[in-house]
């Protein structure tokens, strides 16, 4: 006769723990809202009451293994693809031509690494109250390995002008066998695309009443260092606002959205280019 027998605490341990495991890799998405009200009242430009600002995040976990590559091989995060050897750092000041030196030994990492070069595309149109809607798509150096992405948006309207940006970065990527301008303007050829990621920025409100005009987009240039100012917590809307405005922005980062009440809605997703103006941005 076969008697059932309870499992003992140590097989439960060890079963939870294969459990865990399992789920590990698995995509997980966790959202928070930041009430950024005191942010409006203590660092928002003090020159007239309709002006407001405001920041949320949204951080997104994926296990690399599940993201798919364009324009080059699934395995170019080995550095295999990259056709070239480690080198010393390019001279990089971090301006607007690269987000980092490279590193020495050609390993970097862990390290964040900001959305530098891709495709964007943003709204044309929406209506008062809705947010605005951004896909971006980043080129990477097939040398480097990411596992998980998060961003930031925010938008000022110093006089009732209402302007927004997005933030949208990649946390503890490594690097092997790198060159020099893996965070530069390398060869677009070797660009590995990331899937395409889906936020929004906004809605636009300012002094209680929603904002209606066109406002410009900006999907910024930050430098590694900056990026990882933000993602440790320097991400009210002044602090984003005062990295962007420390740096040069090139044309291609700067989106027009009109918002009127005759506008089609907004779509859930850029996906549309009658809807979205696209368009690759850093090269």
Not at 112 to 128: D, I, L, N, S
Not at 215 to 238: H, K
């Amino acid at each position: 006769m076969l008697i059932a027998r309870s499992p003992s605490p140590r097989a439960l341990l060890v079963a939870s723990l294969l459990v865990l495991a399992a789920c590990h890799d698995k995509y997980e998405m966790v959202t928070v809202a930041l009430d950024s009200a005191s942010d409006v009242t203590t660092e928002a430009p003090t020159t007239g009451a309709s002006e407001s600002a405001t920041a949320s995040v949204t951080v997104t976990a994926t296990a690399s293994a599940t993201e798919g590559t364009s324009g080059a091989s699934a395995s170019a995060s080995s550095g295999e693809s990259s056709g070239v050897g480690t080198t010393a750092p390019a001279p990089c000041d971090t301006g607007p031509e690269c987000t980092s030196p490279g590193d020495p030994d050609g390993d970097p990492g862990p390290t964040t690494v900001p959305y530098f070069r891709g495709r964007a595309c943003v709204a044309k149109a929406v209506k008062p109250g809705e947010a605005i809607p951004i896909r971006l798509e980043a080129c990477m150096h097939p040398c480097l390995k990411t596992n998980a992405f998060a961003y930031r948006h925010a938008f000022r309207c110093p006089g009732g002008a209402c302007e927004a940006t997005a933030v949208l970065w990649f946390g503890d990527v490594t690097g092997s066998e790198c060159p020099s301008d893996v965070f530069a303007k390398f060869d677009p050829a070797l660009c590995v695309y990331k899937p395409a990621i889906d936020i929004k920025a906004g809605p636009l409100a300012f002094g209680g009443n929603n904002f209606e005009g066109d406002a410009p987009i900006v999907i910024p240039y930050l430098s590694n260092d900056q990026t990882a100012e933000i993602a440790a917590g320097a991400d009210t809307s002044a602090e984003i606002w005062s990295r962007i405005d420390a740096n040069v922005q090139e044309e291609s980062r700067l989106f027009t959205v009109s918002v009127a009440a005759g506008s089609p809605s907004a779509p859930a997703a850029c996906d549309d280019p009658d809807l979205c103006d696209c368009r690759d941005v850093g090269f």
